[in-house]
């Protein structure tokens, strides 16, 4: 059985396609491109007249919190609110309990992903033992077992020796590095940005030299090994002006994400003392924001990922000093991107679709974020049209720590069709 989705809004940045047409999905595979196609017996029409139809999205950055913490997160409920958010696949990162630095716990996540998800759960491989940064993961290794890149998020690896090699390794065996950029010593206690606000409310700061550091230490790296360096969830100015630098020298090894709260919201929203809005790196100034919104909008920046980081709504009360960092994102970052760049004018809707599915895929070396026959059929429908309103109550992740309740946005997933089968329906969430 095919499913024939008509009528809709056709946009494929790989093909730079933008127009409206009928796709056919089968076999898992997009089978045909056209106009007016001729449904099968047995086949499954979807109407998406007057609706977006694009590639899957491919989420570079989120955390499952499995194993070890599955009270916040788990493989089956981050890929069931990955798929309601329109995500196909994703990178889980390693900093779970305990850390994924052998291969036997890339096999564990992989394994059970195939069990559980209707969705792609690739698992990252941490650079170091326990992320401790003392002495080298088997990166090689888990390679073998299907790593898509070595990150040791959560922190950097502050040893540069030691980084460097583990970036050397990556290199050698063709995996990306995916970079937390942060110098531990220079955060100290700080939880939030270091200005004028944080003196309002009497917080600790994090000033923008604990990123800017390291970034510039680790290209330097990255420009000696030929790593390909992944610069995760960029907050800053400088960032943005050392990408600027970076592809205006041609270094076609060096990428960076940024996610949707660092691109929308600056540390002027945070009005109280508010857990939802601590994260890592922090929101930054306006100046900050614009910065990283005309990196996407030149494609200096070329990625938007979540950093999905579900916490439980205990250990987000309180004041932020002791709340653990990280917001949710998976369930809103298509809305708040199309919402606030697309309808803004800040990027096209095509740009939109290079940022979150095709260069996404490049950097993995997949054959995915793209509409092209012959291609896996990961599709989703949206409605970019009727607004609503975030509802956190309504989000299948366990975690709801979000700044964005009550945000109001365009852009609701309908489906999300992942290998050719619907993994997210929609019109049946509605009628559950």
Not at 125 to 145: C, F, P, Q, R
Not at 161 to 168: H, N, Q, S, T, W
Not at 178 to 203: P, T, Y
Not at 251 to 274: G, M, Q, R, W
């Amino acid at each position: 059985m095919g499913i024939l989705i008509r009528g809709g809004r056709i946009v494929d940045a790989a093909t730079d396609t933008d127009k409206t047409g009928d796709i056919y999905l089968e076999d898992g595979i997009i089978a045909e491109i056209g106009q007016k196609l001729k449904k099968k017996d047995g086949d499954r029409v979807i109407d998406a007249k007057g609706k977006l139809v694009m590639p899957g999205i491919i989420d570079l950055h989120v955390h499952f919190r499995d194993p070890g913490q599955t009270h916040k997160e788990d493989i089956k409920s981050g890929a069931a609110a990955a798929a309601r958010g329109g995500v196909t696949t994703v990178v889980a990162m390693p900093n779970t309990t305990p850390t994924i630095d052998n291969p036997d716990r890339v096999n564990y996540v992989h394994n059970k992903a195939a069990q559980v998800s209707g969705i792609h759960v690739l698992q990252a491989g941490a650079a170091t033992m326990g992320e401790k940064g003392t002495e080298l993961a088997d990166i090689a290794g888990m390679v073998k077992a299907g790593i898509p890149a070595v990150s040791e998020d959560g922190k950097s690896v502050m040893n540069t020796a030691l980084c460097k090699e583990a970036m050397r390794i990556a290199a050698e065996c063709g995996v990306p590095f995916f970079d937390h950029c942060e110098d531990i010593d220079l955060r100290g206690d700080g939880c939030m940005n270091e200005d004028e606000n944080a003196k309002r409310l009497g917080l600790p700061g994090i000033c923008n030299a604990v990123e800017d550091t390291i970034t510039a230490r680790d290209i330097i790296l990255a420009l000696e090994t030929g790593v390909h360096l992944h610069l995760c969830h960029c907050s800053t100015y400088g960032d943005a002006q050392m990408m600027k630098i970076v592809k205006e020298k041609g270094y076609d090894n060096i990428t960076a994400e940024v996610c949707p709260h660092h691109f929308i919201l600056s540390s002027d929203d945070i009005k109280t003392d508010d857990p939802n809005y601590k994260m890592n790196p922090p929101l930054r100034t306006p100046k900050d924001v614009e910065a990283l919104k005309q990196g996407l909008k030149d494609g200096t920046i070329e990625v938007i990922s979540t950093d999905h980081a579900p916490h439980s709504a205990q250990e987000k009360t309180g004041s932020m000093k002791n709340a653990p960092f990280g917001i949710v994102g998976l369930e809103t970052s298509l809305p708040l991107t199309y919402t606030e760049l697309v309808e803004k004018d800040v990027i096209t809707l095509k740009q939109m679709v290079e940022k979150m599915c095709l260069n996404p895929a490049k950097i993995l070396g997949l054959d995915r974020g793209t509409l092209q026959k012959g291609h896996p059929a990961d599709v989703i429908i949206v409605d970019t049209e009727q607004e609503y309103a975030i509802d956190k109550n309504k989000f299948v992740s366990k975690g709801h720590n979000t700044p964005f309740d009550g945000w109001k946005v365009k852009g609701k997933v309908l489906y999300t069709i992942c290998d050719g089968k619907i993994v997210f329906n929609n019109q049946e969430e509605k009628e559950s």
